[in-house]
């Protein structure tokens, strides 16, 4: 079985950080691609970073030299740290992996295993 689990959501000041992990385990794909997604209330998921498996990464431009993701292979852990957030990053967070030819920018959603999401909240 597939599992994917974040973690290390929480609440923080504009300006501060947070480290967001997802932690994958039974991996089926010998090539894959894991996605950092976010979706706040009333509106439609949105792609963050990707990471494919030949270590390419992509990132959306709302995020582009605040967010980096990073992958500890020993952990099967991928890490997305959070700089200089602001209010309007505040959301779900949520992480999938499938085929390596999901990392792409136009960010497709149909990813088919994800994780249950956590929670990042950004004051002003």
């Known amino acids: 079985q597939v599992h994917v689990v974040e973690a290390g959501g929480g609440t923080v000041q504009a300006g501060g950080s947070l480290r967001l992990s997802c932690t994958v385990s039974?991996?089926?794909?010998?090539?894959?691609?894991i996605g950092w997604f976010r979706q706040a209330p009333g509106k439609e998921r949105e792609g963050v970073a990707s990471l494919r498996s030949d270590g390419t990464k992509t990132y959306a431009n709302y995020v582009k030299g605040r967010f980096t993701t990073s992958l500890d292979n020993a952990k099967n852990t991928l890490y997305l740290q959070m700089n200089s957030l602001k209010p309007e990053d505040t959301a779900m967070y949520y992480c999938?992996?499938?085929?390596?030819?999901?990392?792409?920018?136009?960010?497709?959603?149909?990813?088919?295993?994800w994780g249950q999401g956590t929670q990042v909240t950004v004051s002003s």
């Open positions: 999938a992996i499938d085929r390596f030819y999901f990392c792409s920018d136009t960010w497709p959603t149909s990813y088919t295993y």
């Open positions: 039974g991996n089926p794909y010998s090539t894959y691609c």
